[in-house]
C-alpha cells in the first residue's frame, strides 16, 4: 500500500542548512506537499512542488524531487529557532485522502 | 479571513462522559476534513465531507464515533462514550476544493482540540 516514511528527528545548529528528507510510493501524485507544525497549533503548508518539476525554491527553502527514487527533500537555509518545528511530508492519493508521513522533529542547537 | 476556528481548545473529561468538538470552517471552502493526531498513529483522517455531505468515513474508530454537518459553516465531532483511548488532538481542516483536480490543493487546519479522557 502507500506509505510516505520520514525519520523521526533531525538536530542542527543555528545558522547551518537542515535537510529533511522523505520517500514515497505512490508515483501517480501530481503535487507532494511539505506541511509545518509548531508545538500547539496546527499543521500549515509549508510548500509544495508539481510531480514534474526537479526543484522549488522559496526564499530560504528548496525543494527536490528525484522522481525515479521517489524521493522528496526541503532544505532550509541558515536555519533559525523558529524554525524549530515538525515537518510532515505528504502525497495525495485520491481526490481527498493525503498519506502523510510521521513528521521530523527538527531541533535547532544554539 | 480568521481560518478554520476549532473549539474547545482543550478538553478533559471522564471516561463515559459525551464529548463535542466543533469547527468552523474558512468561508468557501466546500471540503471539511477531521483528522485525529497522536504519538503512536500519526496523523489519521477520520471523515471527509464534500458541500456538507459525508462522503468517506471509514476513519472513524468505532460506532461512538460520529460527525456532522448541518451547514457549510459549521462542523461537529461527537464522541460517545468517551473512553482514554480517544485521548489525542483532533483537527478539523478545511479545502477550496477536495485535492483532486488541477493545481495544488491546500488543506488549512484549525490550532486543534486537545482531548484528554481520565
Known amino acids: 500500500g502507500e506509505d510516505v516514511e520520514q525519520s523521526l528527528f533531525l538536530s542542527v545548529r543555528e545558522g547551518d542548512s537542515s535537510v529533511i528528507n522523505c520517500t514515497y510510493t505512490?508515483?501517480?501524485?501530481?503535487?507532494l506537499y511539505w506541511y509545518k507544525q509548531e508545538p500547539g497549533a496546527g499543521l500549515q503548508l509549508l510548500t509544495y512542488?508539481?510531480?514534474n518539476m526537479d526543484m522549488k525554491q522559496d526564499q530560504r527553502l528548496t525543494v527536490l524531487l528525484n522522481k525515479k527514487d521517489k524521493h522528496l527533500s526541503l532544505r532550509i537555509a541558515d536555519t533559525q529557532t523558529g524554525d524549530s518545528a515538525i515537518y510532515f511530508c505528504a502525497e495525495p492519493v485520491s481526490n481527498y485522502q493525503l498519506i502523510w508521513g510521521a513528521g521530523t522533529k527538527l531541533i535547532i542547537k544554539p | 479571513d480568521a481560518g478554520v476556528i476549532q473549539s474547545p481548545r482543550h478538553e478533559v473529561t471522564e471516561m463515559g462522559q459525551e464529548v463535542t468538538l466543533r469547527c468552523k470552517p474558512i468561508s468557501g471552502h466546500n471540503s471539511l476534513f477531521w483528522y485525529r493526531q497522536t504519538m503512536m498513529r500519526g496523523l489519521e483522517l477520520l471523515i471527509y465531507?464534500?458541500?456538507?455531505?459525508?462522503?468517506?468515513d471509514s476513519g472513524m474508530p468505532e460506532d461512538r464515533f460520529s460527525a456532522k454537518m448541518p451547514n457549510a459553516s459549521f462542523s461537529t465531532l461527537k464522541i460517545q462514550p468517551s473512553e482514554p483511548r480517544d485521548s489525542a488532538v483532533y483537527f478539523c481542516?478545511?479545502?477550496?476544493?477536495?485535492?483532486?483536480?488541477?493545481?495544488?490543493?491546500?488543506?488549512?487546519f484549525g490550532a486543534g482540540s486537545r482531548l484528554t479522557v481520565l
Open positions: 505512490d508515483s501517480s501524485s501530481t503535487y
Open positions: 465531507f464534500n458541500n456538507n455531505v459525508p462522503i468517506d
Open positions: 481542516a478545511s479545502s477550496l476544493r477536495g485535492l483532486g483536480g488541477s493545481g495544488a490543493n491546500v488543506l488549512t
Open positions: 512542488i508539481f510531480s
